[in-house]
């Protein structure tokens, strides 16, 4: 299979995972316990903060391990939420295209008496900071506006929202799932206090994340039980995972110069290729985004019958978040830029790795133009269009 859903999830790569296994036996120790085996885990995990905190220019205190990406973005919210009631604020800034992880978790908050302001995100998928600027008022105790976009990958203005926030005094949370180790993240220079991360998205295992928390902002428990993780985060730690993360981040980073070039040449020739389709459209910004990141709709075609030809053919694909395929509902962050439902149930993303060659991708532009032209042929819809009984959208 052409493996083409990296912000879905990656693959651990071989590295990881030779870097994890001495630690599902030979360091199998609970970094809580005192006698050697323990201490010897606690080390290691410490070496793992350590090496995370790099990656991003934090501090290694400023490192909490998680489960995920969601517990990261929902742990963060409820803090936050809390210190603002502390000090009498409820409101709460965001932008429309948020991961579920915090558009779910402000829809709660929401129900306990704080108020949220979505900011746009316009046709080019990019929030106005002018925008964040007017939404700001003395109650604002949180902004929490991710990194990238998880669906068409468009990057954020963040040193400019922290630097708004730092001076504003508000708490600025990142979702930067998508962000970390695909591009560079540095919460000193960028005014960040809070940023969620998760490994499985960097080619590290599934199952564990971090949280950095900017020093002396305090944190509320989501869970309450053992002393790990300061008080803060109670479970033994997955000291396999906590590596793995550590392991494949260094790398991330490390050769994230050299293989955003390799991956973004293959993006572009699809971009350049697919874009010749008649009546389709490039979703985001077609420069600030993801180097790994491909998104499109094509008018008149259901995007599921399009991921489920492409799976016939080889290819993996997605239609945009894993989280919301399966439902007949077109993607919030397709709606929050602009497009009208029917267009926006045509889309196609595709997020490369390092691992894919430029002749799969010669491929994967092959097999999607002989899919839409295909699933065009067969469509009520498309020969409406064609007719001229219905108007062409785009
Ligand atoms: C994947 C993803 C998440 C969720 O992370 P998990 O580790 O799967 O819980 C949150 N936000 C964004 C932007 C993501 O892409």
Redesign the pocket.
């Known amino acids: 299979m052409i493996y083409l859903d990296n912000?879905g999830t990656t693959k651990v790569s071989k590295k990881v995972k030779k870097a994890m296994m001495p630690y599902l036996d030979k360091f199998f120790g609970n970094a809580s316990s005192l006698h050697s085996v323990g201490q010897t885990a606690r080390t290691k995990l410490d070496e793992a903060r350590a090496m995370i905190a790099k990656s991003i220019n934090a501090q290694p205190e400023e490192i909490y391990f998680t489960s995920?990406?969601?517990e990261s973005?929902n742990w963060a919210i409820e803090s936050a939420c809390w210190l603002g009631k502390i000090k009498g604020k409820n409101h709460i800034i965001t932008s429309a295209f948020e991961?579920h992880?915090v558009l779910n978790k402000l829809q709660e908050m929401e129900k306990a008496g704080f108020e949220v302001s979505y900011l746009p995100v316009y046709k080019n998928g990019i929030v106005k900071v002018s925008d964040l600027k007017k939404a700001i008022t003395d109650k604002t105790c949180l902004v929490t506006i991710?990194f990238a976009n998880?669906e068409i990958g468009t990057i954020q203005p963040i040193a400019e929202i922290g630097k708004i926030c730092r001076k504003n005094n508000i708490i600025f949370h990142t979702?930067a799932?998508?962000a970390v180790g695909h591009t560079p993240v540095d919460v000193e220079k960028m005014n960040i206090d809070m940023l969620s991360m998760?490994a499985?998205?960097f080619h590290g295992p599934k199952g564990v994340?971090a949280l950095y928390v900017k020093k002396n902002i305090p944190l509320k428990n989501l869970m309450h039980g053992g002393a790990q993780e300061k008080n803060r985060r109670p479970g033994t730690e997955n000291l396999a995972g906590c590596m793995g993360m550590a392991v494949a981040l260094a790398d991330a980073v490390k050769n994230m110069e050299r293989a955003n070039k390799k991956i973004a040449k293959m993006r572009d020739m699809l971009f350049d290729s697919l874009s010749s389709i008649p009546h389709s459209v490039i979703n985001g910004d077609r420069t600030n985004r993801l180097a790994n990141n491909f998104n499109m709709c094509f008018e008149g075609i259901e995007g599921e019958s399009l991921l489920l030809l492409l799976n016939d053919a080889g290819i993996c694909a997605s239609s945009g978040s894993a989280c919301t395929s399966g439902s007949l509902d077109p993607s919030h962050v397709l709606l929050a830029i602009g497009l009208p439902h029917e267009v926006a149930h045509g889309s196609l993303r595709l997020t490369l790795g390092e691992d894919n060659s430029v002749g799969q991708i010669k491929y994967t532009i092959k097999q999607v133009k002989k899919i839409v032209e295909y699933l065009r042929k067969i469509s009520p819809v498309w020969d409406s269009l064609e007719k001229g009984d219905k108007k062409h959208v785009i």
């Open positions: 912000a995920g990406g969601t973005d991961h992880a991710m998880n979702d799932v998508q998760s499985h998205k994340g």
